[in-house]
C-alpha cells in the first residue's frame, strides 16, 4: 500500500520485453529484492537494483491499462515506496492498481494554483466525487470539480515541482486509480455482494444495511 506522496522522481531508462529499468536513487537507499515501488502509480515488485537504478518485471496487462507505453527513455516517474506502520499518512490509501488513464485536457492558472482538467470514460468518473481523493500518476490529489466527461484537481506549486506533472502537457495520459473505498461502498450500494460469484440483488441503502457490511 501507498500514500500518494511522492518520495522521488526518476527517470525511465528502458522498457521492453516486460522489464522496466528506472533511474532512482532515495527510493533505492533501503531496497530489497521483492519490495514495491509505486511507479506512475503502478505497484511493481523490484527485480534487480544497484545504487542508481531498479529493474522490475512488467506484464502486458499492466501496460494495456497504463500509460507506460507512451513512455520514451528520460521520461520522468513519480517513485514511492510501500508505506510502514509508522509512516504518516499524508496522502490517501493507494493500491498501485491503475484503473485506467485519463488525458489532460487543460492546464489553467488560478492564483497560485494550477487548475488541470482530465478527461476519462465513464468508467471511471463513477468513481470520481467532488472533494474526494484520486491518484494520478501515483500522485494523492483532491477533486475540485466533476462533470459528465471530465474532472479537475488543483494542484499546488510543490506538487508540480516535485512530481512528473511538470513536464506534462495538452493530450498527455495519465494513470488513474480511484478511491478503493468508494469501489466497495460502490458494489455494497449496487447491492452487490463481495463473493463476484453471487448474484446481484437490490438492496437498500439504509443505516443497518451499512453496519452489516462493515461502515
Keep these: 500500500m501507498f500514500t500518494g506522496i511522492i518520495e522521488e522522481v526518476g527517470r525511465l531508462r ?4 516486460g522489464t522496466i529499468d528506472i533511474e532512482a536513487s532515495k527510493v533505492l537507499s533501503d531496497a530489497h529484492i521483492g519490495d514495491s ?3 506512475n502509480g503502478i505497484c511493481l515488485t523490484v527485480t534487480s537494483f544497484t545504487p542508481d537504478h531498479f529493474t522490475a518485471d512488467v506484464m502486458p496487462e499492466t501496460v494495456r491499462r497504463t500509460s507506460l507505453a507512451e513512455l520514451t527513455p528520460g521520461s520522468l516517474v513519480n517513485l514511492e515506496r510501500a508505506l510502514l506502520p509508522t509512516t ?3 496522502g490517501h490509501i493507494v493500491s498501485g492498481h491503475i484503473d485506467g488513464t485519463g488525458k489532460i485536457l487543460s492546464l489553467r492558472a488560478e492564483g497560485n494554483a494550477l487548475l488541470l482538467q482530465v478527461g476519462a470514460g465513464p468508467d471511471i468518473l463513477r468513481g470520481i466525487v467532488e472533494k474526494g481523493s484520486v491518484a494520478l500518476d501515483g ?7 466533476v462533470t459528465e466527461a471530465d474532472f479537475t484537481v488543483s494542484l499546488i506549486p510543490h506538487t508540480r515541482e516535485v512530481t512528473n506533472l511538470r513536464e506534462k502537457r495538452l493530450g498527455d495520459l495519465l494513470d488513474i486509480e480511484t478511491d478503493i473505498l468508494g469501489k466497495y461502498a460502490m458494489k455494497l ?3 452487490q455482494s463481495i463473493d463476484t460469484q453471487a448474484e446481484p440483488q437490490e438492496v ?3 443505516q443497518e444495511f451499512l453496519l452489516e457490511n462493515g461502515f
Design 14 to 17: 528502458s522498457l521492453g520485453g
Design 37 to 39: 515501488i509505486c511507479v
Design 88 to 90: 504518516r499518512l499524508g
Design 139 to 145: 500522485i494523492s490529489l483532491t477533486v475540485a470539480a
Design 189 to 191: 450500494m449496487r447491492g
Design 204 to 206: 437498500p441503502l439504509t
